[in-house]
């Protein structure tokens, strides 16, 4: 994380963003952090491979199928330019994936995984949020129809919003915003 009071800007993780809080709080290293990014990373790689498998054409991976997308977003809030980054786990189509571990029992309620887990869901909104705002071009793909083209993003230029705040509906008329959809893979 990097603020600057004098020119009113942040930069931040989207995880960061997500999980953001005043004041003290607990520390999750040491040994149990590290069995948790080792599990983690075990899923992140299980399901990346199933994807693969259900996603491959004639030996190749579906154009529209795409792991750990960089995107960086520049908003503007009450004079602060806030700049957040952070890497998407999956695109399938028109579909963000957000892969996360979690040390309770699962199937449980929806409701009881955004209590439990609330910056898991805000960490996925951020996404969606700077997805649509990016040039990266999402389309829902149908056997018969052209895969979509998912075009460079440029760090320094995605979601830009002007000092005065001005809307982004040039930047979002490219995108079909009605197809997006968002699931957190616990």
């Known amino acids: 994380m990097q603020f600057s009071l004098d020119h009113k800007t942040a930069s931040l993780s989207v995880g960061d963003f997500s999980d953001f809080a005043l004041g003290p709080r607990e520390s999750f290293g040491g040994p149990q952090g590290l069995w948790r990014a080792q599990l983690g990373q075990h899923w992140h790689n ?23 997308v960089p995107i960086e977003g520049r908003l503007v809030h009450r004079g602060w330019a806030i700049t957040l980054t952070g890497r998407i786990d999956q695109i399938v189509g ?27 869901f805000l960490q996925l909104a951020a996404y969606v949020i700077l997805l649509k705002a990016s040039k990266i071009n999402v389309q829902p793909s149908t056997p018969n129809s052209q895969l979509p083209t998912f075009d460079s993003l440029p760090r320094q230029n995605s979601a830009k919003q002007n000092d005065s705040g001005s809307s982004l509906n040039s930047q979002l008329s490219t995108l079909n915003h009605s197809a997006l959809r968002a699931e957190l893979v616990f």
């Open 46 to 68: 299980e399901l990346k491979a199933q994807v693969e498998r259900d996603h491959t054409v004639e030996g190749a991976l579906r154009p529209d199928v795409l792991f750990e």
């Open 94 to 120: 028109t579909t963000l994936r957000e892969i996360k571990t979690v040390t309770r029992p699962l199937p449980v309620e929806e409701s009881e995984l955004r209590a439990d887990y609330p910056a898991y």
